[in-house]
């Protein structure tokens, strides 16, 4: 009799389970959409918000860049040049406005966009630069990086133990090309351009504690700090590959700040340094 009443229980539980699902169901229809995958839970943290935007900081133009040779000797299409992820000069050209590429980090990386090449380039050479002087720099960092197996955007990272930590206040240039011949190199595509470390104010420092990536990114934007805006969407992207709206958002980011001709291009995994 014992073992027969507690069969009968669990089969009256078992039976009754479904029902309660589905009055649940009904009463509540909503129930099972509130509840999305991770990726469409992260893509609709900020759909109230607005899309991502960059507001260019007002800041002092950064140092006039001297000459580079740029015929690109190994590229498939000289049309389709080396370009590096940062706000286009039209863009940033507004009254005391700068294209400087501000970040909180201490070893920020860069992304630089790599169109189809041919079998003789042998990698991506990165150089960082110190201003010492208006008229001199010292080389703080130099790495050859692998190349992409196909045309697209790449996150070039150096070692935080092979490079020193970014000072705060402190400008830095730097130099990306494309190695076709490490003989004479006024073949090799060369892009340039400036970064700079700051520290965020009280009020961005509150608000980014605690906030969602996304979130974050969304701040880092308004607050004209490029780097950080990038790399938080890009990390973002590359978590959650297939979320459409952090698709859009990436595009709409580029296409805002003159970069629509690569905005579509796709974010590559890669590239390792080179010994």
């Known amino acids: 009799m014992h073992w027969q009443t507690i069969s009968l229980f669990l089969s009256s539980a078992l039976l009754a389970a479904p029902l309660v699902a589905m009055d649940n169901a009904i009463a509540n229809p909503t129930a099972i959409a509130q509840s999305p995958p991770p990726n469409v839970q992260v893509a609709r943290a900020r759909t109230s918000r607005g899309p991502i935007t960059f507001n260019p900081p007002r800041r002092g133009a950064p140092p006039a860049t ?36 501000l970040t909180t980090e201490a070893y920020p990386s860069l992304f630089v966009y790599v169109p ?20 001199r720099e010292v080389e703080l960092y ?10 697209g955007i790449v996150q070039l990272q150096p070692a935080p133990s092979q490079i020193p930590a970014l000072q705060i206040g402190q400008q830095y240039h730097w130099y ?17 351009g400036w970064t700079e470390r700051i520290s965020p104010d009280q009020t961005l420092s509150a608000q980014l504690h605690g906030a969602t990536p996304l979130d974050k990114a ?3 934007g308004q607050a004209g700090i490029w780097q950080d805006t990038l790399t938080t969407l890009a990390e973002l992207r590359r978590a959650y590959p297939n979320d459409p709206t952090l698709r859009d958002n990436w595009r709409e980011l580029l296409q805002s700040v003159g970069l629509g001709a690569i905005a579509n291009a796709p974010l590559l995994d890669c590239c390792q340094p080179l010994d």
């Open 142 to 151: 130099h790495q050859t990086f692998a190349l992409p197996s196909t045309a």
């Open 218 to 220: 969304m701040l880092y």
């Open 176 to 192: 990306v090309s494309m190695v076709c011949s490490s003989v004479d190199q006024s073949g090799n595509p060369v892009i340039e």
């Open 66 to 101: 001297i000459g580079l040779g740029s015929r690109g000797d190994c590229l498939e299409n000289r049309q389709d040049t080396l370009r590096v992820l940062a706000p286009n000069a039209d863009i940033a050209a507004l009254p005391g406005s700068s294209s400087l590429g």
């Open 116 to 135: 189809a090449y041919q079998t003789s380039a042998q990698g991506l050479s990165l150089r960082l630069m110190q201003v010492a002087s208006s008229d």
